[in-house]
Antibody
Framework: QVQLVESGGGLVRPGGSLRLSCTAS????????MAWIRQTPGKGLEWVSY????????NYADSVKGRFTITRDNAKDSVYLQMSNLRAEDTAVYYC???????????????WGQGTLVTVSS | DIVMTQSPESLAVSLGERATIKCKSS????????????LAWYQQKPGQPPKLLIY???TRESGVPDRFTGSGSGTDFTLTINSLQAEDVADYYC?????????FGQGTKLEIK
């Protein structure tokens, strides 16, 4: 069955960096758009970034543009989110998410990981 | 950005009764080439990630009970849960995927009365 397992979350000071990883299994990873979506009690669900199956198309929320970078390694069935210059408002649960259809840009999510908590605090 | 506004913020319904959740988008999310509305609904239970219920505004995901129905077009959408069951207690979110940035509603908390 489809599994998405995130890692790399934790406590980081403002201005610091963190790299989230998501390892996928149970499907042909290289056929799917992948996304990072975060959730906070205050702001709810926010689409952070996505990347096309071949890595040639990426998109970022304005709130993270220039600070976060999404990458993927199809040989390792993994997607990453490099986060730098972190701010308190980046504190959230970060979910790795897979689009529903293979080879499709229809942006609704068929599978979510369990999430990893990122806390930005001094 | 398209703003998604859900109502109500919370809802208490008796077991066996109907729950209705509304979602309004600040602009139409109809993809004219497909004649489909780019609107999804998710259910989230405590401590779990969201789960897809409905996409294209009215297509039920495989395995989702048929008491869950999505409807609407343009800017106004509804998630209806008929014959409410105890396991339906959750937060519900709508999401538009018509244009980036894809955006979610603020959520509706559904409880048992």
């Amino acid at each position: 069955q489809v599994q998405l397992v995130e890692s790399g979350g934790g406590l980081v000071r403002p201005g610091g960096s963190l790299r989230l990883s998501c390892t996928a299994s149970g499907f042909t990873f290289s056929d799917y758009f992948m996304a990072w979506i975060r959730q906070t009690p205050g702001k709810g669900l926010e689409w952070v970034s996505y990347m096309k199956w071949n890595g040639r198309t990426v998109n970022y929320a304005d709130s993270v543009k220039g600070r976060f970078t999404i990458t993927r390694d199809n040989a390792k069935d993994s997607v990453y989110l490099q986060m730098s210059n972190l701010r308190a408002e980046d504190t959230a649960v970060y979910y790795c998410a897979r689009y529903y259809h293979p080879e499709s840009s229809d942006g609704f999510i068929g599978h979510w990981g369990q999430g990893t908590l990122v806390t930005v605090s001094s | 950005d398209i703003v998604m506004t859900q109502s109500p913020e919370s809802l208490a319904v008796s077991l066996g009764e109907r729950a209705t959740i509304k979602c309004k988008s600040s602009q139409a999310v109809l993809y004219s080439s497909y004649n489909k509305n780019c609107l999804a609904w998710y259910q989230q239970k405590p401590g779990q990630p969201p789960k897809l219920l409905i996409y294209w505004a009215s297509t039920r995901e495989s395995g989702v009970p048929d008491r869950f129905t999505g409807s609407g077009s343009g800017t106004d959408f509804t998630l209806t849960i008929n014959s409410l069951q105890a396991e339906d207690v959750a937060d519900y979110y709508c999401q538009q995927y018509y244009t980036v940035p894809y955006t979610f509603g603020q959520g509706t908390k559904l409880e048992i009365k």
